[in-house]
């Protein structure tokens, strides 16, 4: 099942093939915090940012583009 980013109920992210890719789009979009969580280790925990969740997603199809010609022959 594909995983998308949300902000409260509303998707706001394409659909990724599995959890961790999203997180590496959150990361790279600046939404992903290192929080100070007390637990053993004393390492930081990395959160999304506060509203920001990744849940589960409908598989989304891929639509060709009808302005797009293809080339008659390829060399």
Known sequence: MP???FVDDQQISRALP???D???YADD???VVDALI???TGK???ILEQGYSIREAEP???KPLASIEMP???A
């Open 60 to 62: 989304e199809e891929a």
């Open 44 to 46: 930081p925990e990395r």
């Open 18 to 20: 599995t959890e961790h």
């Open 3 to 5: 995983y998308a980013l």
């Open 22 to 24: 999203v997180w590496h």
């Open 38 to 40: 007390q637990d053993e």
């Open 72 to 74: 008659k022959r390829v």
């Open 29 to 31: 979009a600046g939404l």
